[in-house]
């Protein structure tokens, strides 16, 4: 059963940088586009990036100039980096490729 994992969060002042890693194991699977998602506390789950398999990158006004999400479609690979993180950037990350979904990563930053 394909599992997909992120890592790389953590906790990061204003200004900082983080990148996150999204893996996939457990089988093989193809998927035309890859996102990340974050839910910060007491708030519904959006959308920061997204890019499909034919190049076409959408971003959150909030994080544009800011994050960029990368990919590698043989591998099944997705990343974030995060530059320049604010508080509001506080929340629960999730990665998906095509179905599936990963448990999420904890990204904290403090002012």
């Known amino acids: 059963q394909v599992q997909l994992k992120e890592s790389g969060g953590g906790w990061a002042q204003a200004g900082e940088s983080l990148r996150l890693n999204c893996t996939a194991s457990g089988g093989a699977f193809d998927t035309n586009l890859r996102a990340w998602y974050r839910q910060a506390p007491g708030k519904q789950r959006e959308l920061v990036a997204s890019?499909?398999?034919?190049?076409?990158?959408i971003y959150a006004d909030s994080v544009k100039g800011r994050f960029t999400i990368s990919g590698d479609n043989a591998k099944n690979l997705v990343y974030l980096q995060m530059n320049n993180l604010k508080p509001e950037d506080t929340g629960v990350y999730f990665c998906?490729?095509?179905?599936?979904w990963g448990q999420g990563t904890q990204v904290s930053v403090s002012s």
């Open positions: 998906t490729q095509g179905k599936y």
């Open positions: 890019i499909h398999i034919n190049g076409r990158i």
